[in-house]
Structure formats: structure tokens, C-alpha cells
T-cell receptor, first 112, second 115 residues
Framework: GDSVTQMEGPVTLSEEAFLTINCTYTATGYPSLFWYVQYPGEGLQLLLKATKADDKGSNKGFEATYRKETTSFHLEKGSVQVSDSAVYFC???????????FGDGTTLTVKP | KAGVTQTPRYLIKTRGQQVTLSCSPISGHRSVSWYQQTPGQGLQFLFE???????NKGNFPGRFSGRQFSNSRSEMNVSTLELGDSALYLC??????????????FGPGTRLTVT
């Protein structure tokens, strides 16, 4: 079945540092890939998505590229801020719309 | 456009009781999914409803059930509560596409505590 493996956390960075959170996946067919973010006490919010190979999703300075050959969708940001502190989830959704498979989440803490 | 709403936000129940959680999707969204989030198991898919029919189901016991109404609102029911059912229950809605996967829009969740 489908699965998502995320880099284990927690990750602690200083403000303005470079962020990478690794994500690899296993899926049948050609899934869409997503990064969601969860702030304390809230539900998940879509951060970015990519629906086919070589697509790059981007939002709020975050980027991720759909790499079919390496089955990866790593999240990057050039300069993190304290406000980026949250839990980040990599996810995929195959042709069964409405069912997403999530990674375990990576907790990011950014210190001033 | 209003987001996904879930009620109640917090709930405390006793073992053996049952509970019903409610979810109202974004207007126009016809797919509603439910997830259980716990520190140990992460986000686990419970089930998905589309046009009042359960279309997908995760690996949860029959104590977990759901339904969807004609206005796309959904309810989730857990009977004979166990301590291990304590979790954040998240509802998500999406627009179904003809192919590929959809992004999902999540509600704030219902925090269920079983004592």
C-alpha cells in the first residue's frame, strides 16, 4: 500500500537558517504530493502541493519538487523565521480522492 | 468562504460511553474524510464519505462509524469508548477531481479525552 517516510525530528534551527525536511514515498500509480503544516492547537493547513513529476510547489518561501525517479518530495526554505515553528507533514493522495496517507510529522522549532 | 467546522472542540467521556462528533465541510465540497491523530500513531485515516456513501475505510474496529447527510455534513460515532480512543479527531473536506489526488481542507479538530 501507500506509505510516506519523513525525516525524524525534532529539528531545531536558528532564525534565518536553511531548512530541509526529507520526505520519500511509496505509491502505486502517480500520486499527488503535499506538505501540510500544523500549528499548536489547530488542524492541518495545506502548505504546498505538486500533482505530477518535476512539478515544484511553493508557498510562503517554502518549496518542494516532485522527484519521481527518487520518489521524493523534500521541503526546503532558505531562511526560516520563528513563526515557522510548527509540525510539518508530508502526504500523498492517489486516485482515491479523499484519502491521504501522511508521514509521521516533523516538529520544527526556530529560535531567535 | 467559511472553512471546515467541527463540533464540539473538546469532549470528555468515560470508558464504555459513546460519542458523536460533527463536521461541516466547506460549501461545495462533497467529500468528507475523518482522521485520528495521536502522539504514538500519528495521523490515521478512519473513513471517507462522498455523496452520502462511504467510499474508503481505514483499519479501525467497527466501533468507529460515520455517516454523511445530503448537505454533505458528516458525523462520526464511536461506541463503547476505550482509553485508547483519546485523540484529536480531524475532519477534512475536498473537491473530488476526476483523476489524481486532492488537497484536503482540515477543521480544527475535536479533542476527545476518555477517562
Amino acid at each position: 500500500g501507500d506509505s510516506v517516510t519523513q525525516m525524524e525530528g525534532p529539528v531545531t534551527l536558528s532564525e534565518e537558517a536553511f531548512l530541509t525536511i526529507n520526505c520519500t514515498y511509496t505509491a502505486t500509480g502517480y500520486p499527488s504530493l503535499f506538505w501540510y503544516v500544523q500549528y499548536p492547537g489547530e488542524g492541518l493547513q495545506l502548505l504546498l502541493k505538486a500533482t505530477k513529476a518535476d512539478d515544484k510547489g511553493s508557498n510562503k518561501g517554502f518549496e518542494a519538487t516532485y522527484r519521481k525517479e527518487t520518489t521524493s518530495f523534500h521541503l526546503e526554505k532558505g531562511s526560516v523565521q520563528v513563526s515557522d515553528s510548527a509540525v510539518y507533514f508530508c502526504a500523498l493522495s492517489s486516485t482515491n480522492a479523499g484519502k491521504s496517507t501522511f508521514g509521521d510529522g516533523t516538529t520544527l522549532t526556530v529560535k531567535p | 468562504k467559511a472553512g471546515v467546522t467541527q463540533t464540539p472542540r473538546y469532549l470528555i467521556k468515560t470508558r464504555g460511553q459513546q460519542v458523536t462528533l460533527s463536521c461541516s465541510p466547506i460549501s461545495g465540497h462533497r467529500s468528507v474524510s475523518w482522521y485520528q491523530q495521536t502522539p504514538g500513531q500519528g495521523l490515521q485515516f478512519l473513513f471517507e464519505y462522498f455523496s452520502e456513501t462511504q467510499r474508503n475505510k481505514g483499519n479501525f474496529p467497527g466501533r468507529f462509524s460515520g455517516r454523511q447527510f445530503s448537505n454533505s455534513r458528516s458525523e462520526m460515532n464511536v461506541s463503547t469508548l476505550e482509553l485508547g480512543d483519546s485523540a484529536l479527531y480531524l475532519c477534512a473536506s475536498s473537491l473530488p477531481l476526476t483523476s489524481g489526488g486532492d488537497e484536503q481542507y482540515f477543521g480544527p479538530g475535536t479533542r476527545l479525552t476518555v477517562t
